[in-house]
């Protein structure tokens, strides 16, 4: 059996597995639990991140308006399922994560630049008042994630270099950082190889520290006739030295079936960016954007993951299978 490290939540929002279903990741029932109708002026709302914070859950999430300006707002719930969120943008840029790092919550998120996205940070003790860091990337950058905790003395964070277009490069890559101020010491993660993802990857929410290693869900995308596919994989990395993959499933887990997934601005898209784990139960809440136009959830437990990277890992070396 496999075991999270972190925090008890025992308030996590749970649903049990459908019966009869065999994969290891299910829908929530309710889905989409955040639709543009949620936000005045917005024309969507997806790609999302939340933490526990108090006695219930904070958020950052991304609300394009219509005048389709790429926004990050915050937002609350008592139960990380109904949520209340603000109008005030915080930032301008899009896909948020947020993570808790020593007590303190660090966002990261696509920051616009006139020479191209970079990975924006910030920092804050209450989601009302941050203070902006230096970028972590600068140009050209997306995905950028952090490590909930530091490794070997240094924060960590994944990233996706890029260019100004909209798919190369298609590689996770790791940097890091002694004070979140000057980044390197850059090493090659993982990159596409089946056919579900091989157009490119990316890093989705914070990874989940368990006994086995560091797990990291991802998005990976395929280019059919029809354009582009936005799908959920998994993989473990060391937890000493995550740049290096222990296993990684050969399947996605979750892909765009249902209508709010397949239907919307950007149909056929399953992107997460963030996830919950409940140390006590193993129990683990994904937060993911749906089309480019909403939010869902999704429910596992780190042994049903667990179990089904190892019984489909692609077994390799190189994540690039040289």
């Known amino acids: 059996m496999a075991h999270i490290i972190g925090q008890n939540i025992p308030n996590l929002p749970w649903q049990d597995k459908p019966e009869g279903f065999a994969y290891p990741v299910w829908r929530y029932s309710g889905n989409p639990i955040i639709t543009r109708d949620d936000l005045f002026f917005s024309n969507s709302i997806f790609n999302s991140a939340v933490v526990p914070f108090g006695e219930g859950f904070a958020g950052v999430f991304r609300v394009d308006d219509r005048t389709r300006d790429q926004n990050i707002v915050t937002g609350f719930s008592a139960d990380a399922v109904h949520w209340t969120l603000d109008e005030k943008v915080i930032f301008k840029g899009y896909d948020p994560r947020i993570c808790e790092i020593e007590g303190k919550y660090y966002l990261s998120w696509v920051n616009l630049t006139p020479r191209g996205t970079t990975i924006g940070l910030a920092v804050t003790e209450n989601f009302k008042n941050w203070k902006q860091l230096e970028d972590a990337t600068y140009p050209v950058a997306r995905n950028g ?71 990291m869900f991802y998005h990976g995308v395929i280019t059919s006739c029809n354009g582009f596919t936005y799908s959920m994989g998994a993989a473990i990395l060391d937890r000493d030295e995550p740049w290096k993959v222990l296993h990684r499933a050969d399947s996605f887990l979750l892909a765009p079936h249902e209508l709010y997934e397949t239907v919307g601005d950007v149909p056929n898209v399953v992107f997460p960016c963030a996830a919950l784990a409940d140390a006590a139960t193993g129990r683990i809440a994904i937060y993911y954007g749906a089309a480019d136009t909403c939010v869902g959830l999704a429910f596992t437990t780190v042994d049903e993951t667990v179990d089904y990277i190892l019984a489909h890992d692609l077994a390799i070396t190189d994540s690039r299978g040289e």
């Open 145 to 215: 994630v952090l490590f909930p905790r530091r490794v070997g003395g240094e924060y960590m964070m994944l990233v996706r270099p890029c260019d100004r277009g909209h798919t190369p490069y298609g590689d996770i890559f790791l940097q890091c950082s002694k004070d979140l101020n000057y980044w390197g010491k850059y090493r090659f993660v993982m990159g596409p190889v089946k056919n579900w993802e091989m157009t490119k990857v990316g890093a989705g929410p914070t990874p989940i520290e368990t006994d086995l290693g560091w797990l």
